[in-house]
């Protein structure tokens, strides 16, 4: 179990660093920063997981998420709130399926940039994980079944502005943790790529 003892050290590094962001975009009053408007962001969602022992390690699942982004007044802070369902079938011999639901809160720093159309962007985000399926419910695999579990993502994204009112999100890369049951390690190491369009909500005041 050298991995867990290795791998578990992030998961309190991840709390260290988003538990500060959430302080501070909450300290400097959650309203939109003049120009920017709250959004809605709809994404497809691809997440590689590792699997149960005696298989090729990795599940490929395929989804999607919807996102709401709120920038916090005159700062470079957003607060985001974000619900994504990813799903895999026939994993293993015995045809296994899985959905992963995940739901997370964090911040998000978007740099200030001048004459460009290209908005990158690094996030911070914990919350939970719910996984469904027969995959969740093997025993042989997965201890007692899992269901809960605690999630954190770190990464961040580039996004290009189409419109006033319409952006489109070119590509978001995170590294997503979560602590289930598989019969090996009881714990994943995910990568998730996400890519959408987004959505303008609200003008702000001037």
């Given at each position: 179990?050298?991995?867990?003892?290795?791998?578990?050290?992030?998961?309190?590094?991840?709390?260290?660093?988003?538990?500060?962001?959430?302080?501070?975009?909450?300290?400097?009053?959650?309203?939109?920063?003049?120009?920017?408007?709250?959004?809605?962001?709809?994404?497809?969602?691809?997440?590689?997981?590792?699997?149960?022992?005696?298989?090729?390690?990795?599940?490929?699942?395929?989804?999607?998420?919807?996102?709401?982004?709120?920038?916090?007044?005159?700062?470079?802070?957003s607060?985001?709130?974000?619900?994504?369902?990813?799903?895999?079938?026939?994993?293993?011999?015995?045809?296994y399926?899985?959905?992963?639901?995940?739901?997370?809160?964090?911040?998000?720093?978007?740099?200030?940039?001048?004459?460009?159309?290209?908005?990158?962007?690094?996030?911070?985000?914990?919350?939970?994980?719910?996984?469904?399926?027969?995959?969740?419910?093997?025993?042989?695999?997965?201890?007692?079944?899992i269901?809960?579990?605690?999630?954190?993502?770190?990464?961040?994204?580039?996004?290009?502005?189409?419109?006033?009112?319409?952006?489109?999100?070119?590509?978001?890369?995170?590294?997503?943790?979560?602590?289930?049951?598989?019969?090996?390690?009881?714990?994943q190491?995910d990568?998730?790529?996400?890519?959408?369009?987004?959505?303008?909500?609200?003008?702000?005041?001037?």
């Open positions: 179990m050298q991995i867990t003892r290795a791998i578990r050290p992030v998961t309190l590094v991840l709390l260290g660093l988003a538990v500060p962001a959430l302080r501070l975009a909450v300290a400097q009053q959650a309203e939109p920063r003049h120009g920017t408007p709250s959004a809605l962001e709809l994404t497809y969602d691809y997440t590689r997981t590792n699997g149960p022992p005696g298989n090729c390690g990795c599940i490929h699942l395929n989804g999607g998420g919807v996102a709401y982004v709120r920038p916090v007044h005159d700062s470079t802070v607060l985001v709130a974000q619900v994504g369902a990813t799903h895999a079938g026939g994993i293993g011999t015995l045809n399926d899985l959905t992963l639901l995940t739901y997370t809160a964090g911040a998000r720093y978007s740099p200030r940039l001048r004459h460009t159309y290209l908005q990158p962007y690094g996030e911070l985000a914990i919350g939970g994980a719910y996984a469904s399926g027969s995959l969740s419910k093997a025993p042989s695999l997965a201890g007692d079944g269901g809960n579990s605690f999630a954190a993502t770190v990464g961040g994204g580039i996004n290009l502005k189409l419109h006033h009112r319409l952006s489109f999100k070119l590509i978001d890369i995170e590294y997503l943790t979560t602590n289930y049951a598989n019969g090996d390690t009881d714990h190491n990568l998730r790529l996400s890519s959408g369009v987004i959505f303008s909500l609200f003008s702000t005041k001037h």
